[in-house]
Nanobody, 126 residues
Framework: QVQLVESGGGLVQAGGSLRLSCAAS????????MGWFRQAPGKGREFLAA????????YYADSVKGRFTISRDNAKNTVYLQMNSLKPEDTAVYYC???????????????????WGQGTLVTVSS
């Protein structure tokens, strides 16, 4: 089993930045890729970004490309999401997830992913 714990959420003004962290533990050798998602109030879960643990290949949703950056520290088993130029519409609960392939994470099917974190709330004020 893989366990994921997010941190770094909070309240920020529009135009500001936040960096989210997702620490993985447990059977992390079975995790091939990690991703970030978000869910705003009254909306479905949205894929944001994904990264392969080994090669570091990344993939982004068009909605965050150029503003958000995903990275990983393999030694710390931690994935990060740097969020810049935040907008009020970025307000959501942010989740990280682990999967067996980059495409599986990008697809974001809950049943196909190995684990989800508990989420961290990001609130962007105008």
């Amino acid at each position: 089993q893989v366990q994921l714990v997010e941190s770094g959420g909070g309240l920020v003004q529009a135009g500001g930045s936040l960096r989210l962290s997702c620490a993985a533990s447990g059977r992390t050798f079975s995790t091939y890729a990690m991703g970030w998602f978000r869910q705003a109030p009254g909306k479905g879960r949205e894929f944001l970004a994904a990264i392969r643990w080994s090669a570091g290949n990344t993939y982004y949703a068009d909605s965050v490309k150029g503003r958000f950056t995903i990275s990983r520290d393999n030694a710390k088993n931690t994935v990060y999401l740097q969020m810049n130029s935040l907008k009020p519409e970025d307000t959501a609960v942010y989740y990280c997830a682990a999967g067996r392939s980059l495409s599986t994470v990008v697809a974001g099917s809950p049943n196909a992913l190995d684990a989800w974190g508990q989420g961290t709330l990001v609130t962007v004020s105008s």
